[in-house]
């Protein structure tokens, strides 16, 4: 009988190249990007603090036609492995690492911003408040753009 699921180990990193090039995109079935800014500040949070944040489930597909992009910008390469389970958290490691839009549940195109105050450990969805304190980090998309400035 043939293997039906095969265990990989990606870390983010391939990941989030993966999504870049194109590689990874999700089904034509897919439901677009649904989590509020709120959950996606969970998310890192929890993986600031390393908790475990679940598997993702892949789907490789040789036949690339009804796949759709994972955020808004073209990709180089056609979609062969497609994300079935873990859409959400994969989609919004993506748009705030790259910093770019996700499309939302109504179609529109937006950017996700998190914010970080160090002296405390703790993010946030950015606010009156906290857009108005210099003890935050305002954006911590801005962490992976000046890294990789850095290393081209």
Not at 35 to 63: C, H, I, Q
Not at 122 to 144: G, I
């Amino acid at each position: 009988m043939a293997t039906l699921f095969k265990e990989v180990n990606y870390n983010l990193q391939t990941l989030i190249q993966q999504i870049d090039m194109g590689v990874i995109g999700l089904p034509d079935i897919q439901r677009p990007f649904v989590w509020k800014d709120t959950k996606v500040r969970e998310l890192f949070d929890s993986m600031y603090k390393g908790y475990p944040v679940g598997y993702f489930l892949f789907w490789a597909n040789a036949f690339q036609e009804g796949t759709k992009n994972i955020g808004t910008v073209a990709k180089q390469k056609a979609s062969s492995l497609l994300i079935v389970d873990g859409q959400q958290r994969l989609t919004s490691l993506f748009a705030v690492l790259k910093g770019v839009q996700v499309i939302r549940e109504n179609y529109s195109k937006e950017q996700i911003v998190i914010s970080f105050k160090p002296l405390e450990d703790k993010f946030e969805v950015p606010d009156a408040a906290t857009r108005k304190s210099p003890e935050y980090l305002q954006n911590v998309s801005v962490l992976w753009q000046e890294w990789k400035n850095r290393s081209n």
